[in-house]
DNA sequence: TTTTTTATTGATTGACGCGTCAATAAAAAC
DNA sequence: GTTTTTATTGACGCGTCAATCAATAAAAAA
């Protein structure tokens, strides 16, 4: 009983389980099987559509890196000044669509799928290259030359954020990170407590 | 031709080799074969003196942690000062002997790796806590109450600037990423440039 | 209505890898 | 000098999994 116009449907119900499988399993160490049963069809169809596994975890990392950049850019336009920038930037990166474990999880994942992986590399740069320049944006403003600089190390730092929460149990706690990194912006913004 | 007291020395051999192999793949993705092999010996003996796979990741783990720990110690007993105390540890944690390629991978998938064992979980965790509560040690004295919460920081800074070093191509850069995060923790301690 | 295209899967294949075991050999103990 | 212990490996069984394929079925096109 095909329908037809199923690939887009298949497509994301695939990228999404696979997300879902690798934050339940913490590892890519899934199978195609248990993603394509868990999106409700024979692994053989996730085959068809994608041709193989590793393009499969690509596309689902293509898929959250687009849901991170979407956030930042509608947090983006909703902020005016540059410190309101910054802190929509890593508001976003917290954002509760985000920062959650099956994300966290997936996220940290994709640092290791770059290393075998040469798209998935490019994409992990791309996401470092727009971090680190959303953020410089910001930052050069009120800070000169020294904005590159800290760019840099904000966004380190909200990539350690991420790590450890990996290890943490229970959900991420959203709020807390956010306060964390801010306490650090403000701090290069030279605002002393 | 046995030799006796082989054991520890096969062990070790083991344990390198499999640092080595992760670093070389940068994935937990390498067989016993490989990684004895490697080592100069069958997978059967390997499979003998560890018992598994996953034991002999997690040795691997508890060496490499027990390198960085070493540094840290031997840094520490040659700093007195709270400031120096907290330059040493940053600087032991990017020294040469840990900020090699191989170690960066092979750190990075030891988080992979404690999304399944428990016990990596537990020498990931003992890690986190001995790092924070070195970090406070030297921070309290400058900062008071804040103190704990600026280590938590700087710890997520290290670990975030490994993360992002997993991404770089070549070797490491030590006394780079040392300048990236002393300058945040001199920003925390309030010198002003 | 026949043909083609799209959707779908069960079954299969071929490879690969972990872990085991029996067998060999040298040292140590007796 | 026999026995036990330690070291070591080749071979292999058993399971798993990615990927393929042939077969089925429904829609669309001709």
């Known amino acids: 009983m095909p329908k ?6 298949r497509r994301q ?5 696979t997300i ?6 913490g590892t ?15 692994s053989a169809l996730a085959h068809h559509y994608f041709g193989g596994k590793e393009q499969i975890f690509v596309a689902a990392m293509r ?4 849901v991170y950049a979407a ?17 929509a930037i890593v508001r976003a990166s917290f954002s509760s669509r985000n920062f ?11 640092y290791v799928l770059a290393q075998v992986s040469p798209e998935a590399r490019r994409l992990l740069n791309v996401y470092h290259r727009r971090l680190r320049s959303n953020l410089a944006q910001g930052l050069k403003p009120l800070l000169g030359a020294r904005g590159e600089a800290a760019a840099s190390r904000v966004a380190a730092l909200i990539d350690g954020v991420y ?19 801010l306490e650090y912006v403000h701090l290069e913004l030279g605002e002393r407590r």
Chains 1, 2 share one sequence.
């Not at 959650?100 to 994709?110: G, P």
């Open 4 to 9: 037809l116009g199923m690939e887009p449907i």
């Open 13 to 17: 119900a695939l990228v999404k389980a």
């Open 20 to 25: 879902a499988e690798i934050g339940q399993h």
């Open 28 to 42: 890519l160490d899934v199978t195609v099987s248990q993603i394509a049963r868990r999106a409700g069809m024979s």
């Open 63 to 66: 898929y959250t890196m687009g």
């Open 71 to 87: 956030e930042v850019r509608g947090a983006l336009t909703m902020a005016q000044g540059s410190k309101e920038r910054i802190e």
């Open 100 to 110: 959650r474990s099956e994300t966290v999880a997936a996220w940290m994942n994709f």
């Open 163 to 181: 790590l450890r929460q990996s290890l943490g149990e229970g959900e991420p706690n959203g709020p807390r990170a956010i306060r964390q990194v």
